[in-house]
């Protein structure tokens, strides 16, 4: 194998699918990266078991051939080397190692087999549909935060996405819950994704995926199968095993009829919030939010940091009430909003509080109360 190609289409790739290989790894072989040299260019290959990215770069190939090499020892050779340098890679079965020249570096890596790479079985993909780059990153902006890391709730460390109904109109919703907070986000059912398993697509794949959409303009096709979903798009594909598990019947949690309807300046409801925040204790994050006619007050106080009290005005024609919320839950929400305002729906005290974006009523967020 042997090949020329420019730092910057290498470290591009490298950094893709370098970030999916674990920094520990029981068998050695998934601390490498698998460089296939073809006719396409140079093709790279990383995987965990549960996760695959596959990358091809423009390259110059003599030689056509495949190896592996330590993932992040060669990222960050790459990352070092000057800008615009050409590099080198060449691998003869002999030596077993893979040699890498750029100007007067040289380096000498030690590879493993092509042939011990392990690759994820694909299996037949019943459904397959296509989503424009943004619409996908909307997606996954607006519901990640609530994705829960709770190892023992296995089910809810992904996001739920999958066709449902909402007034007759057929949408593509992803859901995502941790217990305290719930986002809920739909779109238009893309064509060809009517009949589509529901699937949970796991924290670490929602991660790797929200990387390389940033780069992405083109339209990403989404294939899915009961076991694993592939995105693919420009050059890169990304493949993971789904979680095996059952969502909850997230709609029972989402209230319908909370009859107290609060709208306030969302900017300056996030920024007072965010302010008066610096008091709460770093354990709990308890706020409590004090609702008068035409006014809403935010106030936080800890033993040993004092006490805080901002006042603002807000939309509120209900009776007097006063509710507590983790600060951080209510400004991971309130930055969901792209609007000018925001509206809350809430019953009481003890019940859980529905969030919306008064311009944009496919983002739904529901807030769990807490005792201040």
């Known amino acids: ?29 998934l601390s490498n990266v698998l460089l296939t040299a073809g006719p396409e260019g ?3 290959n990383a995987t965990d078991m549960d996760l695959e990215i596959v990358e091809t770069a423009p390259a110059e190939v003599v030689g056509e051939g495949a190896t592996t090499a330590p993932a992040h020892t060669l990222y960050d050779i790459v990352r070092k080397l000057p800008d ?17 020249r750029s100007g007067r570096s ?12 392990p690759a994820m079985s694909s299996g037949a993909y019943g459904h397959t549909f296509s989503l424009a780059a943004g619409e996908l990153r909307s997606l996954i902006d607006r519901t990640r935060f ?6 023992t709730r296995y089910y809810l460390n992904g996001i739920f996405l999958h066709a449902a109904d909402n007034g007759g109109v057929a949408v593509l ?8 907070r719930l986002a809920r986000v739909e779109m238009p059912l893309p064509e ?14 929602v991660a790797e995926l929200r990387k390389l959409i940033d780069e992405a303009d083109d339209d990403i096709t989404v294939s899915l199968s009961e076991s694993r979903i592939r995105f693919a798009f420009g050059s890169a594909t990304l493949t993971s095993k789904l979680i095996d598990g059952t969502f909850p019947d997230y709609e029972r949690v989402i209230p319908t009829d909370n009859d107290k309807l609060l709208e306030a300046d969302c900017k300056l409801l996030h920024q007072a919030v965010d302010r008066v925040s610096a008091i709460s204790s770093e354990k709990s994050r308890a706020i409590k939010v004090s609702l008068e006619k035409g006014s809403l007050t935010l106030s936080a106080s ?13 939309g509120y024609e209900g009776p007097p009430l006063e509710i507590g919320f983790n600060s951080r839950y209510l400004l991971d929400i309130l930055q969901q909003v792209d609007g000018d305002a925001a509206r809350f729906a809430i019953a009481d005290n003890a019940s859980p509080t529905v969030v919306q974006d008064v311009a944009d009523q496919t983002a739904v967020y529901v807030l769990m109360p807490m005792r201040v």
Do not use: C, Y
């Open 146 to 151: 609530a994705i829960s890391t709770e190892e």
């Open 42 to 44: 140079l093709s790279l």
């Open 106 to 117: 040289r380096f000498a890596l030690a590879a493993l087999p092509a042939g011990e790479f």
């Open 1 to 29: 194998m042997k090949l020329t190609i420019e730092r910057t289409a290498l470290l591009k790739s490298l950094g893709h699918v370098q970030s999916v290989v674990e920094r520990r790894n029981t068998l050695a072989i």
């Open 302 to 314: 800890s033993p040993e940091a004092g006490s805080a009290v901002e006042e603002i005005e807000a």
């Open 84 to 100: 615009g340098a050409q590099v080198e890679l060449s691998f003869e079965p002999e030596d077993g190692q893979l040699t890498l």
């Open 192 to 205: 060809g994704a009517a009949g589509m398993p529901s699937v949970i697509v796991p924290r670490k794949a």
């Open 173 to 180: 919703r992803a859901v995502a819950t941790d217990g305290h």
